[in-house]
């Protein structure tokens, strides 16, 4: 599997629904992050969460990482039909030369159906 | 405040052709990467800006790709000679720095969609 890999790849609910992406890494991490992509459009940050920290809230999301299973969740509550995008998780390493450097995974598509 | 704006937002060329892709980070930024998402694949890194210097560049694909950022505001990322397999999003992300830009988000432009035919 890849760093960062996500699960599942696509996901399609209806409005009001919760919806769960998961997120798999392999190597020690200083933190990781998702970000969510409308079609065509940039990247935006949701939300960050340390390597120390286990769980984390902001708004309707809310992010989960055991740093032991090396894996993450984020989970958005009450599903709106905005919510339809790409999310993408990606970790910030520990040391190294490029500080700040993510490493992305492929990113799961939800549709959320009004 | 202005976010992180890429020119051209599209770019179809010919294989063998030179293109030009451009970001302006936002201001005051001193961190500044290149991402590529090639279809179907992860987004990928590509390298890294500290001001005008390169701190890591492990990820650009090869030497024709040529990446530079005078005076250590815009940066512009060059292919020449293109190739087909260079089709992709070229994203363009900065921070701050804050410390050493550790547990800092990015900030990502729209991304700069290259079609090579």
């Known amino acids: 599997s890849q760093q960062g890999e996500e699960d599942p790849q696509a996901l399609s609910i209806q409005e009001g629904e919760n919806a769960t992406m998961n997120c798999s890494y392999k190597t020690s991490i200083n933190n990781l992050q998702w970000y969510r992509q409308n079609s065509g459009r940039g990247l935006v940050h949701l939300i960050l969460i340390r390597s120390n920290e286990r769980e984390k809230h902001s708004g309707r999301l809310r992010v989960t990482l055991d740093t032991s299973k090396k894996s993450s969740s984020l989970l958005i509550t009450a599903s709106r039909a905005a919510d339809t995008a790409s999310y993408f998780c990606a970790t910030q390493g520990r040391g190294g030369t490029s500080y700040g450097k993510l490493t992305f995974g492929q990113g799961t598509i939800l549709t959320v159906h009004p | 405040e202005a976010g992180v704006t890429q020119f051209p937002s599209h770019s179809v060329i010919e294989k063998g052709q030179t293109v030009t892709l451009r970001c302006d980070p936002i201001s005051g930024h001193d961190n500044l990467y290149w991402y590529r998402r090639v279809m179907g694949k992860e987004i990928k890194f590509l390298l890294h800006?500290?001001?005008?210097?390169?701190?890591?560049e492990s990820g650009m694909p090869n030497n024709r790709f040529l990446a530079e950022r005078t005076g250590g505001t815009y940066s512009t990322l060059k292919v020449q000679p293109a190739e087909l397999e260079d089709s992709g999003v070229y994203f363009c992300?900065?921070?701050?720095?804050?410390?050493?830009?550790?547990?800092?988000?990015?900030?990502f432009g729209q991304g700069t969609r290259l079609t090579v035919v």
């Open positions: 800006f500290v001001k005008e210097s390169k701190q890591d």
């Open positions: 992300a900065s921070s701050q720095i804050l410390g050493q830009a550790m547990n800092t988000e990015a900030f």
